[in-house]
């Protein structure tokens, strides 16, 4: 069964579950993303492709799998909206298509010792299912 862009940005959508029809483009998400210069699509553009169902636009895009999930934007956010939400939609998405997840606890052996455990718990949120 194909499922069509519109079909695939509702599911987005209802992963997400943040109201992006109050987002006035005014783009403080995207001034206070750490990472936002990392991003080809900055966090107020993914919100704008969620509004007008490009959902390709969202699954293509790099900037989910540069987000921190430091939730900054969602914090600034004057109408409430949260591009946190959408990153972390499109992450499920991609991995669930996958079928598995792409971090695997056992093999934690091998990262730095001096890596923060904040870091840790937004890597298996990043990355797992
Ligand atoms: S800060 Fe909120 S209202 Fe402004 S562009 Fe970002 S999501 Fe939209
Ligand atoms: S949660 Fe992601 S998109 Fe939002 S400010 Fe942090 S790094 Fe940027």
Known sequence: MVITEKEKAEMLSQLAATNVSH???CGRCSANCPVAWK???LPHRMVYALLNGEADTLLEANSPWKCLSCF???Q???KGVSP???MEAVRLTAIRSQGGNKLNPNELENYNDK???QALVAA???YNK
């Open 84 to 86: 946190a939400a959408i």
């Open 76 to 78: 600034r956010c004057p």
């Open 23 to 25: 987002c006035i483009q």
């Open 115 to 117: 890596l923060p455990q």
């Open 124 to 126: 298996f949120r990043k």
């Open 39 to 41: 991003m080809d699509v």
């Open 72 to 74: 900054a934007c969602a």
